[in-house]
């Protein structure tokens, strides 16, 4: 079935306020009497809304805590690489995460000039950076609640091994993270954000040519090139919208 809004601007009614959203996730506080608004991470991360109380910045406070302390709990001294999507909440739990990052001097990168990174992307520069590493290794935080609502927020942790982290890890990661909050979150290290990234431990990296250049070594481009196909590709506003000019 077709929908009657295909190829049409999308009607105001369902347009998101983004001012009002991220206003919910600076200001709204989660309840942790109430189990919705805890830290509860499924089978890709935790996620939830600003508006109800389920994806804010406390939330993000307390996990990128929890990750920091999970990262020193396993030795992992090597970067973290820091990605977001294009959901509205992302670009301040990002703000929020680089700010938590910096205070606990983590060495962490974030997509130049503010871009989005797609979460393949994430997990090659994790890869890269760990092949033929035995210690000192790197892993990474995605803020992404995936293909949910434009009014939702995600965020997810990625280890060593570049993937989802397992089980065992995001339960650890969700007890810190629900015990901080239970705590206000005076557990947390944080500094402004305006000081955080001119941190030594924080840089600005463009993620985008190293995957690209990548691509020839798991995808035979020559051999495309040659076969005279023609692709339409639209990436629906999603996190990787930069990146199919320059594959193109």
Known sequence: MISPLAGKPAPKELLIDVA????AY??????????????AFGTSGHRGKPADGSFTESHILAITQAVCDYRAAQGYSGPLYLGKDTHAASDPAQRTAIEVLAANG????????????????????ILRYNDNRTSGLADGIVITPSHN???????????????????????????????????????????PYEKAVHEDCVSAYDFLFPYIQDLRNVVDLDLISTTGVSLGVDPLGGAGRAYWQPIA
């Open 20 to 23: 009002a959203l991220e206003k």
């Open 26 to 39: 600076y200001d709204n506080v989660p309840d942790m009497d109430n189990p919705a608004q805890r830290v």
């Open 106 to 125: 983590v060495s962490c990168f974030y997509q130049l000039k503010n871009g989005n990174t797609p979460t393949p992307v994430i997990s090659h520069a």
């Open 149 to 191: 609502p434009p009014t939702d927020g995600g965020i997810k942790y990625n280890g060593p091994d570049g993937g989802p982290a397992d089980t065992e890890v995001t339960t650890w990661i969700q007890n810190r993270a629900n015990d901080l909050l239970r705590e206000k979150n005076r557990g947390v290290k944080r500094i």
